[in-house]
């Protein structure tokens, strides 16, 4: 079973849609949470960060994270085709202290 | 902003080459990963380095070796390499160990 687990998709949705996208992990010492962003052919770049449990609130983007649960989100409000991307989540803490593991990443195309 | 360069974005090899990919961040960052990005396998760390001079195997580093001579630059090397080895190969540093990384644009090898 892999440490860190992702929807790799792919999901399409109409523009203006709300888009959940899902992580989920085994590993309870995790507790810095992340979500990058990746357009093809491109690093990825980061889109939040979160520590611990909570939400957190960036535009129309939104992070939760749900320790007790291991679950991880990234909500996306009123989707534009410019989100069209691979969405990936990573995370560290514990003995994984100085490394991410990522999920494998989550294909979303937003189509007009 | 901070910026990690990587030297190439596109480079061909043959089956036997020694190839070196080099990764520059202009940030004086401690921490330089190397990973590869593969479809369905998202991405995998290969080599990271806390320091000059040190290195630390990541899961995946059969095959590959890696020089940091100076802070700001780290370079994969693949000593003969193979066509598996096909793939994208991501660079990464972060200010400390366990915090967001920061990501090249990438360089997409293939070996034939």
């Known amino acids: 079973q892999k440490e860190v687990e992702q929807d790799p998709g792919p999901l399409s949705v109409p523009e203006g849609a709300i888009v959940s996208l899902n992580c989920t992990y085994s590993n309870s010492a995790f507790q810095y949470f992340m979500w990058y962003r990746q357009y093809s052919r491109k690093g990825p770049e980061l889109l939040m960060y979160?520590?611990?449990?909570g939400n957190k609130e960036d535009g129309r983007f939104t992070a939760q994270v749900d320790k007790s649960s291991k679950y991880i989100s990234l909500f996306i409000r009123d989707s534009q085709p410019s989100d069209s991307a691979t969405y990936l989540c990573a995370m560290s803490g514990g003995t994984s202290y100085g490394k991410l593991t990522f999920g494998q990443g989550t294909i979303l195309t937003v189509h007009p | 902003d901070v910026k990690v360069t990587q030297s190439s974005r596109y480079l061909v090899k043959r089956t036997g080459e020694k190839v070196f990919l080099e990764c520059v961040q202009d940030m004086d960052h401690e921490n330089m990963f190397w990973y590869r990005q593969d479809p369905g396998l998202g991405l995998r760390l290969i080599y990271f380095s806390y320091d000059v001079k040190m290195k630390e195997k990541g899961d995946i580093p059969e095959g590959y070796s890696v020089s940091r001579e100076k802070k700001e630059r780290f370079s994969l090397i693949l000593e003969s390499a193979s066509t598996n080895q096909t793939s994208m190969y991501l660079c990464?540093?972060?200010?400390?160990?366990?915090?967001?990384?920061?990501f090249g644009a990438g360089t997409r090898l293939s070996v034939l």
């Open positions: 990464a540093s972060s200010p400390r160990r366990g915090d967001i990384q920061y």
């Open positions: 979160t520590y611990s449990s």
